[in-house]
């Protein structure tokens, strides 16, 4: 029997892992919620948005990288099953992945049309299949005959952490007649009702995130010039934009985040300047220099990036950003990357600028989308 590494919502019955069964892990769901930090609502972030940008008071960033020694990082490859069509790391196909503890990664995989589940063991290298985090009935959610955009939406956050709500669009496209609409719908799973929050220009959902008790939900639309962030209240809606508190747009879905406290979003603007935004205070700063995929630590406090843009990608630094003191530490060199002794020859080998997941202490980092590797820092 597999076995379910959380717990499962006492609302839901549990069920074996199979093509009919959608499942959904995200980082809000294995991560428990600093019990000081408060849960924002809806109401609470409207009440306080801006009608302009406003500054606050985080730090300029000042460095405290020190050199580590080229033979020091190690990186392996994750073996999740038998290697696809294309050669080694190619299927199972990683999708996501996230840290449990300092040992523990989860992480989704697709095979074909179907998503299954591996929680690996960093300290002995075993990976074991197991249940699901959270689950559900497929069926219940293509009748709604959402857009496909996205092959497994409930690894990219369009499904509450707890399995009550989906998030979703339907789009209309250009015609001589229209110009084409996306409307946003949230999609009650208890009560079967169905709420439209925004309709707009044809865009696609690229990422969901939801606050700690699922009053709000966050998201971006996503076209191309740009991706405008919106909030909406889980239980009356409509959606509101984002844009007075962050200042500006994403440059897409892919380079915005929530805190898994629900208290603040990061977001690479159109500019590669990365934006930071106390929600409930209704503040923004602007952290300096050039930035791209921002990801927050499970504690809330500190601020992953890659410090460089998406015209060089391979030229950036992983840095950890300490939001109370604005010291900022690099992770992973280009250099040190490249010198990990593991599989030079491979062809799915990361590079810095892609999906990551890092540690709760620093001391690994998952790299992912498709192939999963581990690359071992110095402590």
Same mark, same amino acid.
């Given at each position: 029997?597999?076995?379910?590494?959380?717990?499962?919502?006492?609302?839901?019955?549990?069920?074996?892992?199979?093509?009919?069964?959608?499942?959904?892990?995200?980082?809000?769901?294995?991560?428990?919620?600093?019990?000081?930090?408060?849960?924002?609502?809806?109401?609470?972030?409207?009440?306080?948005?801006?009608?302009?940008?406003?500054?606050?008071?985080?730090?300029?960033?000042?460095?405290?990288?020190?050199?580590?020694?080229?033979?020091?990082?190690?990186?392996?490859?994750?073996?999740?099953?038998?290697?696809?069509?294309?050669?080694?790391?190619?299927?199972?196909?990683?999708?996501?992945?996230?840290?449990?503890?300092?040992?523990?990664?989860?992480?989704?995989?697709?095979?074909?049309?179907?998503?299954?589940?591996?929680?690996?063991?960093?300290?002995?290298?075993?990976?074991?299949?197991?249940?699901?985090?959270?689950?559900?009935?497929?069926?219940?959610?293509?009748?709604?005959?959402?857009?496909?955009?996205?092959?497994?939406?409930?690894?990219?956050?369009?499904?509450?952490?707890?399995?009550?709500?989906?998030?979703?669009?339907?789009?209309?496209?250009?015609?001589?007649?229209?110009?084409?609409?996306?409307?946003?719908?949230?999609?009650?799973?208890?009560?079967?009702?169905?709420?439209?929050?925004?309709?707009?220009?044809?865009?696609?959902?690229?990422?969901?995130?939801?606050?700690?008790?699922?009053?709000?939900?966050?998201?971006?639309?996503?076209?191309?010039?740009?991706?405008?962030?919106?909030?909406?209240?889980?239980?009356?809606?409509?959606?509101?934009?984002?844009? #007075?508190?962050?200042?500006?747009?994403?440059?897409? +879905?892919?380079?915005?985040?929530? &805190? @898994? /406290?629900? *208290?603040? !979003? $990061?977001?690479?603007?159109?500019?590669?300047?990365?934006?930071?935004?106390?929600?409930?205070?209704?503040?923004?700063?602007?952290?300096?220099?050039?930035?791209?995929?921002?990801?927050?630590?499970?504690?809330?406090?500190?601020?992953?990036?890659?410090?460089?843009?998406?015209?060089?990608?391979?030229?950036?630094?992983?840095?950890?950003?300490?939001?109370?003191?604005?010291?900022?530490?690099?992770?992973?060199?280009?250099?040190?990357?490249?010198?990990?002794?593991?599989? #030079?020859?491979?062809?799915?080998?990361?590079?810095? +600028?892609?999906?990551?997941?890092? &540690? @709760? /202490?620093? *001391?690994? !980092? $998952?790299?992912?989308?498709?192939?999963?590797?581990?690359?071992?820092?110095?402590?």
């Amino acid at each position: 029997m597999m076995r379910n590494p959380l717990a499962t919502p006492t609302h839901m019955s549990p069920r074996k892992l199979t093509s009919a069964t959608v499942a959904l892990f995200l980082a809000s769901a294995c991560t428990p919620t600093p019990e000081a930090s408060p849960a924002p609502t809806q109401e609470a972030a409207l009440a306080h948005t801006p009608t302009a940008l406003q500054s606050t008071s985080f730090p300029t960033p000042s460095s405290t990288s020190e050199e580590t020694p080229a033979a020091c990082p190690g990186l392996v490859r994750v073996e999740a099953g038998e290697p696809g069509v294309w050669g080694p790391g190619s299927e199972p196909f990683v999708l996501l992945a996230r840290w449990v503890d300092s040992s523990q990664l989860v992480f989704a995989a697709r095979t074909g049309d179907t998503l299954s589940w591996y929680q690996l063991d960093s300290r002995t290298g075993e990976v074991e299949q197991v249940m699901a985090p959270i689950q559900f009935d497929a069926g219940a959610l293509e009748a709604l005959a959402p857009d496909s955009f996205v092959d497994f939406p409930e690894t990219q956050g369009h499904i509450s952490p707890s399995g009550a709500f989906f998030l979703y669009t339907k789009t209309a496209f250009a015609s001589s007649q229209s110009p084409g609409t996306t409307e946003v719908h949230l999609y009650d799973l208890r009560s079967a009702q169905d709420r439209l929050l925004l309709s707009e220009r044809p865009g696609a959902i690229l990422q969901g995130y939801w606050a700690p008790d699922e009053t709000a939900v966050f998201f971006d639309m996503t076209r191309e010039g740009g991706a405008p962030l919106y909030t909406a209240n889980t239980a009356t809606g409509p959606a509101s934009s984002l844009a #007075p508190l962050i200042g500006s747009e994403a440059i897409s +879905g892919e380079q915005w985040t929530l &805190s @898994p /406290d629900g *208290a603040m !979003i $990061a977001a690479v603007d159109t500019h590669d300047q990365l934006m930071l935004a106390h929600v409930l205070e209704g503040t923004a700063a602007v952290i300096p220099g050039p930035a791209m995929r921002p990801s927050f630590s499970q504690d809330s406090n500190t601020l992953y990036f890659y410090s460089g843009t998406s015209l060089e990608p391979e030229a950036s630094e992983l840095v950890a950003y300490q939001l109370n003191t604005g010291q900022t530490q690099t992770l992973v060199t280009p250099s040190e990357l490249a010198t990990a002794a593991a599989f #030079p020859e491979d062809a799915t080998r990361p590079s810095l +600028g892609g999906l990551y997941s890092v &540690s @709760p /202490d620093d *001391a690994q !980092i $998952a790299f992912y989308f498709g192939s999963l590797w581990l690359l071992r820092q110095c402590k």
